[in-house]
Structure formats: structure tokens, C-alpha cells
């Protein structure tokens, strides 16, 4: 399969793809806020490389997530304006994506950090 545009042209519209996320996503916008948290909390308590891979693959699938469900969200609204079932579950269901990761990055911080903060 041939590209239909250069690799600087792809990563264009791959960093044109984050912008319009932050800005038009509050979720977004708060996922990279409660990330970069946990990046100063990381450089404060000073990680080790283990919870460092930890840490960045975690708030790394939540930002893929919710990039995924915007997506879908976005297709679903432009293919289906009209409220139907199967419309909803598809946004609902990617939006449980999200949340299912959210929580798992909650423990992960919990567990990464709480002894850091109690020792």
C-alpha cells in the first residue's frame, strides 16, 4: 500500500489530531493535567525505572483511550445524528474504555505513590 503523504505531512495531522483534542476535549484537557501531576510527583519522590514504565504505559493508555473514544464519538455523531440505540452504545461503550483505564491508573497511583507519601 502506498502513502498518500510524506511522513512529515502524517505526523502534521497526527500533532494537528492532539491539538484539536485539547482543545476542544475537557476530558483530555484534565487526563493531561492529572498526568503531568503524576510526572512531578514522579520526579519529586524519584521512581525507579520499574514504576517509571508503570507509570508512563498507564497514563499513556488513558490518553490513547480517550483519543479512541472521541473518535467514535465524532463518527457516531456524524454518521447517526439522530439519537438511536446502537448509536449510544457504541459511545457508551468506548466511553467505559476510558473509564475502566481511568480507574486502573487510580490504583496504579495509589499503589505507586501512597507509600512514597507515608514513608
Known amino acids: 500500500m ?5 511522513l512529515a505531512k502524517s505526523f502534521f495531522f497526527a500533532l494537528n489530531g492532539l ?4 482543545v476542544k476535549g475537557r476530558n483530555f484537557r484534565i487526563q493531561i493535567i492529572l498526568g503531568a501531576i503524576a510526572i512531578l510527583l514522579a520526579v519529586i519522590f524519584q ?18 483511550l480517550e483519543l479512541i473514544n472521541t473518535a467514535i464519538e465524532e463518527i457516531v455523531n456524524m454518521v447517526s445524528p439522530e439519537i438511536q440505540e446502537r448509536a449510544r452504545i457504541a459511545k457508551d461503550v468506548s466511553a467505559a474504555a476510558v473509564l475502566v483505564a481511568a480507574i486502573a491508573s487510580v490504583f496504579i497511583g495509589i499503589f505507586l505513590f501512597l507509600p512514597k507519601f507515608l514513608g
Do not use: G
Open 2 to 6: 502506498e502513502a498518500k503523504h510524506s
Open 19 to 22: 491539538k484539536t483534542a485539547a
Open 47 to 64: 521512581i525507579s525505572v520499574f514504576e517509571w514504565l508503570v507509570l508512563t504505559l498507564i497514563i499513556a493508555c488513558v490518553l490513547i
